[in-house]
Protein backbone atom coordinates (compact mmCIF):
# COMPACT_ATOMS: atom_id res chain seq x y z
CA UNK A 1 0.00 0.00 0.00
CA UNK A 2 1.45 3.39 -1.19
CA UNK A 3 0.11 6.47 0.22
CA UNK A 4 0.20 9.59 -2.63
CA UNK A 5 -1.81 12.06 -0.90
CA UNK A 6 -3.03 12.88 2.40
CA UNK A 7 -5.89 15.32 3.00
CA UNK A 8 -6.90 17.84 6.65
CA UNK A 9 -9.99 19.10 7.17
CA UNK A 10 -10.62 21.30 10.24
CA UNK A 11 -14.61 20.89 10.87
CA UNK A 12 -17.23 22.27 13.62
CA UNK A 13 -20.18 20.64 14.15
CA UNK A 14 -23.14 21.67 16.62
CA UNK A 15 -24.27 19.09 19.16
CA UNK A 16 -27.96 17.73 19.61
CA UNK A 17 -27.53 18.57 23.05
CA UNK A 18 -24.60 20.30 25.27
CA UNK A 19 -22.62 18.00 26.57
CA UNK A 20 -20.94 18.08 29.88
CA UNK A 21 -18.40 16.77 32.16
CA UNK A 22 -16.07 17.88 34.77
CA UNK A 23 -13.77 20.22 32.09
CA UNK A 24 -17.04 22.27 31.26
CA UNK A 25 -19.48 21.99 28.63
CA UNK A 26 -19.61 21.74 25.05
CA UNK A 27 -21.97 22.90 22.59
CA UNK A 28 -20.33 22.11 19.28
CA UNK A 29 -17.09 20.24 18.63
CA UNK A 30 -14.48 20.94 16.43
CA UNK A 31 -12.31 18.15 14.85
CA UNK A 32 -9.99 17.19 12.23
CA UNK A 33 -10.60 14.48 9.05
CA UNK A 34 -8.18 12.78 6.67
CA UNK A 35 -8.46 11.79 3.51
CA UNK A 36 -5.79 9.36 1.90
CA UNK A 37 -5.24 8.64 -1.30
CA UNK A 38 -3.55 5.26 -2.60
CA UNK A 39 -3.51 2.01 -5.29
CA UNK A 40 -6.24 3.93 -6.51
CA UNK A 41 -8.78 3.84 -3.41
CA UNK A 42 -9.19 6.36 -0.82
CA UNK A 43 -9.31 6.55 2.97
CA UNK A 44 -10.93 8.12 5.67
CA UNK A 45 -10.01 9.10 9.56
CA UNK A 46 -10.83 11.43 12.58
CA UNK A 47 -8.79 12.60 15.51
CA UNK A 48 -10.39 12.86 18.39
CA UNK A 49 -8.47 15.99 19.69
CA UNK A 50 -10.83 18.50 20.82
CA UNK A 51 -10.98 22.36 20.33
CA UNK A 52 -9.41 22.31 23.82
CA UNK A 53 -6.71 20.94 25.83
CA UNK A 54 -8.87 19.74 29.05
CA UNK A 55 -9.41 16.17 27.97
CA UNK A 56 -5.86 15.78 26.73
CA UNK A 57 -2.86 18.37 26.01
CA UNK A 58 -3.54 17.57 22.09
CA UNK A 59 -6.16 20.32 20.41
CA UNK A 60 -7.15 20.56 16.93
CA UNK A 61 -4.36 22.75 15.79
CA UNK A 62 -1.50 20.82 17.56
CA UNK A 63 -2.96 17.95 15.66
CA UNK A 64 -2.77 20.24 12.64
CA UNK A 65 0.54 21.15 13.13
CA UNK A 66 2.09 18.07 14.24
CA UNK A 67 0.56 15.94 11.39
CA UNK A 68 1.62 18.55 8.52
CA UNK A 69 4.79 19.82 9.57
CA UNK A 70 6.21 16.20 11.11
CA UNK A 71 4.06 13.23 10.47
CA UNK A 72 2.53 13.82 6.61
CA UNK A 73 6.31 13.64 5.40
CA UNK A 74 6.98 10.28 7.16
CA UNK A 75 3.64 8.78 5.88
CA UNK A 76 3.07 10.70 2.53
CA UNK A 77 4.57 9.15 -0.72
CA UNK A 78 5.79 5.60 1.51
CA UNK A 79 4.84 1.91 0.34
CA UNK A 80 3.75 -0.08 3.67
CA UNK A 81 3.33 -3.65 3.49
CA UNK A 82 0.57 -3.08 6.53
CA UNK A 83 -1.10 -0.53 8.71
CA UNK A 84 0.82 -1.71 11.44
CA UNK A 85 3.76 -0.44 10.26
CA UNK A 86 2.75 3.35 10.03
CA UNK A 87 2.64 4.04 13.55
CA UNK A 88 6.43 2.61 14.00
CA UNK A 89 7.17 4.75 11.43
CA UNK A 90 5.77 7.78 13.10
CA UNK A 91 8.01 7.00 16.37
CA UNK A 92 11.03 9.72 16.07
CA UNK A 93 7.88 11.88 17.19
CA UNK A 94 6.93 12.30 20.96
CA UNK A 95 3.27 11.74 22.12
CA UNK A 96 0.89 13.43 20.02
CA UNK A 97 -1.19 9.86 19.64
CA UNK A 98 -3.86 11.63 18.59
CA UNK A 99 -2.16 13.04 15.50
CA UNK A 100 -0.27 9.76 15.16
CA UNK A 101 -3.52 7.75 15.14
CA UNK A 102 -5.42 10.15 12.65
CA UNK A 103 -2.95 8.70 9.57
CA UNK A 104 -2.53 5.37 11.33
CA UNK A 105 -6.24 4.69 11.23
CA UNK A 106 -6.65 6.60 7.89
CA UNK A 107 -4.64 4.23 6.41
CA UNK A 108 -6.41 0.99 8.06
CA UNK A 109 -9.36 1.91 6.16
CA UNK A 110 -7.17 2.63 2.76
CA UNK A 111 -5.80 -0.98 3.27
CA UNK A 112 -8.54 -2.60 4.20
CA UNK A 113 -10.33 -0.75 1.04
CA UNK A 114 -8.01 -1.98 -1.25
CA UNK A 115 -8.48 -5.49 -0.43
CA UNK A 116 -12.42 -5.28 -0.27
CA UNK A 117 -12.80 -6.00 3.48
CA UNK A 118 -14.51 -4.56 6.36
CA UNK A 119 -12.12 -3.78 8.56
CA UNK A 120 -13.28 -5.48 11.20
CA UNK A 121 -11.61 -8.32 9.26
CA UNK A 122 -8.41 -7.21 8.71
CA UNK A 123 -8.76 -5.91 12.47
CA UNK A 124 -9.26 -9.42 13.89
CA UNK A 125 -12.83 -8.76 14.69
CA UNK A 126 -14.99 -11.48 15.62
CA UNK A 127 -18.45 -10.12 16.81
CA UNK A 128 -21.31 -9.46 14.01
CA UNK A 129 -23.01 -7.06 16.57
CA UNK A 130 -21.32 -4.54 19.14
CA UNK A 131 -22.99 -3.82 22.66
CA UNK A 132 -23.86 0.03 23.29
CA UNK A 133 -24.13 2.01 26.18
CA UNK A 134 -24.45 5.90 26.50
CA UNK A 135 -22.90 8.59 28.30
CA UNK A 136 -25.03 10.80 29.79
CA UNK A 137 -23.38 14.60 30.63
CA UNK A 138 -23.36 16.68 34.18
CA UNK A 139 -27.45 18.23 33.73
CA UNK A 140 -28.63 21.31 34.90
CA UNK A 141 -31.12 19.20 37.45
CA UNK A 142 -31.42 16.02 38.79
CA UNK A 143 -34.84 15.63 37.40
CA UNK A 144 -33.59 16.12 34.17
CA UNK A 145 -30.99 13.70 34.84
CA UNK A 146 -33.80 10.87 35.66
CA UNK A 147 -36.00 12.23 32.62
CA UNK A 148 -32.43 11.63 30.43
CA UNK A 149 -31.80 8.18 32.02
CA UNK A 150 -35.32 7.07 30.97
CA UNK A 151 -34.94 8.09 27.47
CA UNK A 152 -31.88 6.25 26.69
CA UNK A 153 -33.29 3.34 28.62
CA UNK A 154 -35.82 2.92 26.47
CA UNK A 155 -33.79 3.07 24.05
CA UNK A 156 -32.23 -0.13 24.57
CA UNK A 157 -29.11 1.22 25.74
CA UNK A 158 -26.81 -2.03 27.37
CA UNK A 159 -25.86 0.42 29.97
CA UNK A 160 -26.15 3.70 31.54
CA UNK A 161 -22.87 6.00 32.15
CA UNK A 162 -22.97 9.28 34.14
CA UNK A 163 -20.86 11.39 34.23
CA UNK A 164 -19.64 13.19 37.84
CA UNK A 165 -17.85 15.82 39.66
CA UNK A 166 -17.49 17.20 43.31
CA UNK A 167 -21.00 18.08 43.88
CA UNK A 168 -22.52 15.86 41.22
CA UNK A 169 -22.15 12.57 42.42
CA UNK A 170 -23.59 10.48 45.36
CA UNK A 171 -26.78 12.03 44.91
CA UNK A 172 -27.24 11.75 41.18
CA UNK A 173 -26.40 8.20 41.42
CA UNK A 174 -28.84 7.64 44.58
CA UNK A 175 -31.97 9.08 42.19
CA UNK A 176 -30.89 7.20 39.28
CA UNK A 177 -30.57 3.67 41.59
CA UNK A 178 -33.98 4.49 43.59
CA UNK A 179 -36.07 5.59 40.22
CA UNK A 180 -34.27 2.71 38.24
CA UNK A 181 -33.44 -0.36 40.32
CA UNK A 182 -30.83 -2.48 38.53
CA UNK A 183 -29.96 -0.83 35.34
CA UNK A 184 -26.17 -1.28 34.38
CA UNK A 185 -25.17 1.78 35.78
CA UNK A 186 -21.27 3.29 35.94
CA UNK A 187 -20.01 6.75 36.71
CA UNK A 188 -16.78 8.86 34.77
CA UNK A 189 -15.43 11.50 36.58
CA UNK A 190 -12.67 12.48 34.19
CA UNK A 191 -9.82 13.58 36.78
CA UNK A 192 -12.55 15.51 38.86
CA UNK A 193 -10.95 13.87 42.19
CA UNK A 194 -7.85 14.17 44.67
CA UNK A 195 -6.91 10.52 46.49
CA UNK A 196 -7.90 12.40 49.83
CA UNK A 197 -11.24 12.14 48.11
CA UNK A 198 -11.00 8.39 48.96
CA UNK A 199 -13.65 8.57 51.78
CA UNK A 200 -15.95 10.28 49.87
CA UNK A 201 -15.82 8.26 46.79
CA UNK A 202 -16.17 5.00 48.94
CA UNK A 203 -20.27 6.50 49.63
CA UNK A 204 -20.53 5.28 46.04
CA UNK A 205 -20.17 1.62 46.84
CA UNK A 206 -23.18 0.34 48.06
CA UNK A 207 -24.63 1.56 44.66
CA UNK A 208 -22.91 -1.68 42.81
CA UNK A 209 -21.59 1.03 39.98
CA UNK A 210 -19.80 -1.51 37.61
CA UNK A 211 -17.05 0.94 37.45
CA UNK A 212 -16.02 4.53 38.35
CA UNK A 213 -13.94 5.84 35.38
CA UNK A 214 -11.02 8.05 35.92
CA UNK A 215 -11.55 9.60 39.31
CA UNK A 216 -7.89 10.94 39.83
CA UNK A 217 -5.26 12.45 37.70
CA UNK A 218 -4.44 11.41 33.99
CA UNK A 219 -0.62 10.89 35.03
CA UNK A 220 -1.82 9.41 38.06
CA UNK A 221 -1.19 5.69 37.90
CA UNK A 222 0.23 5.50 41.92
CA UNK A 223 -2.64 7.15 43.63
CA UNK A 224 -5.21 4.79 41.56
CA UNK A 225 -3.53 1.91 43.27
CA UNK A 226 -3.96 3.52 46.52
CA UNK A 227 -7.27 4.33 46.25
CA UNK A 228 -8.37 0.74 44.74
CA UNK A 229 -7.64 -0.17 48.02
CA UNK A 230 -9.79 1.82 49.53
CA UNK A 231 -13.32 1.68 47.40
CA UNK A 232 -14.97 -1.62 46.39
CA UNK A 233 -16.22 0.09 43.03
CA UNK A 234 -13.39 -1.26 40.07
CA UNK A 235 -11.40 1.82 38.86
CA UNK A 236 -11.32 1.72 34.59
CA UNK A 237 -9.12 4.18 33.84
CA UNK A 238 -9.36 6.42 30.59
CA UNK A 239 -7.02 9.84 29.97
CA UNK A 240 -3.84 7.74 32.20
CA UNK A 241 -3.72 4.89 29.50
CA UNK A 242 -1.96 6.76 26.50
CA UNK A 243 0.31 3.97 25.65
CA UNK A 244 -0.17 0.51 25.97
CA UNK A 245 3.35 0.47 28.17
CA UNK A 246 1.64 2.85 30.65
CA UNK A 247 -1.22 -0.37 30.61
CA UNK A 248 0.94 -3.12 31.80
CA UNK A 249 2.72 -0.28 34.57
CA UNK A 250 -0.91 0.22 35.30
CA UNK A 251 -2.31 -3.43 35.21
CA UNK A 252 1.03 -4.20 37.35
CA UNK A 253 0.16 -1.64 40.02
CA UNK A 254 -3.47 -3.27 40.40
CA UNK A 255 -4.26 0.76 39.65
CA UNK A 256 -7.13 -0.42 37.73
CA UNK A 257 -9.38 -3.64 37.29
CA UNK A 258 -11.00 -2.55 33.79
CA UNK A 259 -10.04 -0.13 30.74
CA UNK A 260 -11.36 2.13 28.12
CA UNK A 261 -9.84 1.50 24.62
CA UNK A 262 -9.96 4.82 22.35
CA UNK A 263 -7.85 4.04 19.56
CA UNK A 264 -7.15 7.72 18.86
CA UNK A 265 -5.90 8.13 22.50
CA UNK A 266 -3.46 5.26 22.32
CA UNK A 267 -1.99 5.79 18.67
CA UNK A 268 -4.88 3.93 16.47
CA UNK A 269 -5.91 0.71 15.51
CA UNK A 270 -2.29 -1.32 16.04
CA UNK A 271 -1.69 -0.04 19.79
CA UNK A 272 -5.16 -1.21 20.45
CA UNK A 273 -4.82 -4.30 19.39
CA UNK A 274 -2.32 -4.81 21.41
CA UNK A 275 -3.82 -3.32 24.20
CA UNK A 276 -6.98 -5.36 23.64
CA UNK A 277 -4.55 -8.79 23.49
CA UNK A 278 -2.16 -7.31 26.86
CA UNK A 279 -5.65 -6.89 28.98
CA UNK A 280 -6.81 -10.35 27.55
CA UNK A 281 -3.70 -11.82 29.41
CA UNK A 282 -4.57 -10.18 32.81
CA UNK A 283 -7.91 -10.93 32.80
CA UNK A 284 -9.06 -7.13 32.31
CA UNK A 285 -12.06 -6.32 30.45
CA UNK A 286 -12.15 -3.90 27.84
CA UNK A 287 -14.87 -1.77 26.64
CA UNK A 288 -14.84 0.81 23.99
CA UNK A 289 -14.37 4.62 24.47
CA UNK A 290 -16.28 7.52 22.96
CA UNK A 291 -15.10 11.26 21.97
CA UNK A 292 -18.55 12.80 20.51
CA UNK A 293 -17.18 11.42 16.80
CA UNK A 294 -19.04 12.05 14.19
CA UNK A 295 -20.04 8.89 11.95
CA UNK A 296 -16.16 8.78 10.09
CA UNK A 297 -14.83 8.14 13.78
CA UNK A 298 -17.56 6.34 15.24
CA UNK A 299 -17.69 3.60 12.09
CA UNK A 300 -14.16 3.12 12.80
CA UNK A 301 -14.75 2.08 16.70
CA UNK A 302 -17.51 -0.18 15.47
CA UNK A 303 -14.71 -1.80 14.17
CA UNK A 304 -12.51 -2.59 16.62
CA UNK A 305 -14.63 -3.04 19.28
CA UNK A 306 -15.38 -5.91 17.45
CA UNK A 307 -12.54 -7.30 18.12
CA UNK A 308 -13.15 -10.40 21.02
CA UNK A 309 -12.00 -8.63 24.81
CA UNK A 310 -14.59 -5.76 24.14
CA UNK A 311 -16.77 -7.47 27.15
CA UNK A 312 -18.61 -4.62 28.41
CA UNK A 313 -21.48 -2.46 26.46
CA UNK A 314 -19.14 0.45 24.99
CA UNK A 315 -19.55 4.55 24.55
CA UNK A 316 -20.67 3.78 20.63
CA UNK A 317 -24.02 5.77 20.41
CA UNK A 318 -26.79 6.46 17.72
CA UNK A 319 -25.52 8.99 15.52
CA UNK A 320 -28.43 11.22 16.10
CA UNK A 321 -27.58 11.87 19.74
CA UNK A 322 -25.00 13.78 18.64
CA UNK A 323 -25.50 15.40 15.14
CA UNK A 324 -28.15 15.68 12.43
CA UNK A 325 -27.06 14.95 10.12
CA UNK A 326 -24.16 13.23 10.51
CA UNK A 327 -21.40 13.25 7.88
CA UNK A 328 -21.95 9.53 6.89
CA UNK A 329 -25.30 8.44 5.55
CA UNK A 330 -27.31 6.39 6.70
CA UNK A 331 -25.96 7.58 10.19
CA UNK A 332 -25.48 4.76 12.83
CA UNK A 333 -28.48 3.29 14.45
CA UNK A 334 -28.77 1.41 17.68
CA UNK A 335 -31.52 -1.66 17.44
CA UNK A 336 -34.22 -2.06 20.35
CA UNK A 337 -31.95 -4.55 21.70
CA UNK A 338 -29.22 -1.74 22.25
CA UNK A 339 -26.54 -3.08 19.71
CA UNK A 340 -25.18 -1.97 16.51
CA UNK A 341 -24.23 -3.67 13.31
CA UNK A 342 -20.59 -3.77 12.48
CA UNK A 343 -20.86 -2.45 8.55
CA UNK A 344 -19.87 -5.31 6.29
CA UNK A 345 -19.06 -3.10 3.30
CA UNK A 346 -15.41 -2.61 2.30
CA UNK A 347 -13.19 -0.52 4.67
CA UNK A 348 -15.29 1.45 7.26
CA UNK A 349 -18.33 0.37 5.44
CA UNK A 350 -20.08 3.61 5.37
CA UNK A 351 -21.11 6.33 3.18
CA UNK A 352 -19.05 10.00 3.63
CA UNK A 353 -21.06 12.55 2.37
CA UNK A 354 -18.50 14.55 0.75
CA UNK A 355 -20.78 18.02 0.42
CA UNK A 356 -22.01 17.70 3.91
CA UNK A 357 -18.26 18.10 5.07
CA UNK A 358 -17.37 20.26 2.97
CA UNK A 359 -19.98 22.78 4.46
CA UNK A 360 -18.57 22.23 7.75
CA UNK A 361 -15.02 22.78 6.82
CA UNK A 362 -13.24 25.53 8.40
CA UNK A 363 -9.30 24.98 6.80
CA UNK A 364 -8.12 22.45 4.00
CA UNK A 365 -4.83 21.34 2.89
CA UNK A 366 -3.82 18.75 0.56
CA UNK A 367 -0.13 17.18 0.85
CA UNK A 368 0.96 15.67 -2.43
CA UNK A 369 3.96 12.78 -2.48
CA UNK A 370 4.73 14.94 -5.03
CA UNK A 371 5.15 17.86 -3.73
CA UNK A 372 7.52 16.13 -0.51
CA UNK A 373 9.72 14.81 -2.98
CA UNK A 374 10.79 18.06 -4.13
O1 LIG B 1 -14.22 10.70 29.19
O2 LIG B 1 -15.17 9.29 27.99
C1 LIG B 1 -14.87 10.46 28.19
C2 LIG B 1 -16.54 12.78 25.66
C3 LIG B 1 -15.55 13.70 25.45
C4 LIG B 1 -14.37 13.58 26.14
C5 LIG B 1 -14.19 12.54 27.05
C6 LIG B 1 -15.20 11.59 27.26
C7 LIG B 1 -16.40 11.75 26.57
C8 LIG B 1 -17.53 10.88 26.77
C9 LIG B 1 -18.55 10.84 25.66
O3 LIG B 1 -17.77 10.27 27.80
C10 LIG B 1 -18.65 9.51 25.01
C11 LIG B 1 -19.47 9.62 23.75
O4 LIG B 1 -20.68 9.57 23.85
O5 LIG B 1 -18.88 9.76 22.65
MG1 LIG C 1 -13.88 8.86 30.19
Known amino acids: MRIDRLELFLCRLPLVHFFETSFGRTYDRSFVLARMEGDGHEGWGEAIAEGHPYYSGETTETVWHIVTSFLAPLVVGREFAHPREVFPAMTRVRTHNMAKALLEMTAWDLYARTRGEPLSAVLGGTRPRIQSGVSIGIQDSLDQLVDKVARERD?????????????????????????????????????????????????????????????????????????????????????????????????????????????????????????????????????????????????????????????????????????????????????????????????IGVNVVRERIEQVTERHVAIDARELAR
Not at 330 to 344: L, S
Open 155 to 347: AGYQRIKIKIKPGWDVDAVERVRARFGDIPLMVDANAAYRLEDGAHLARLDPFDLMMIEQPLDYDDVMDHAELQKAIVTPICLDESIHTVRIARDAIAAKACRIINIKPGRVGGHQQSIELHDLCAAHDIPVWHGGMLESGIGRAHNIHLASLPNFRLPGDIAASKRYYLPDLIEPGIEVAPDGTIAVPTGPG
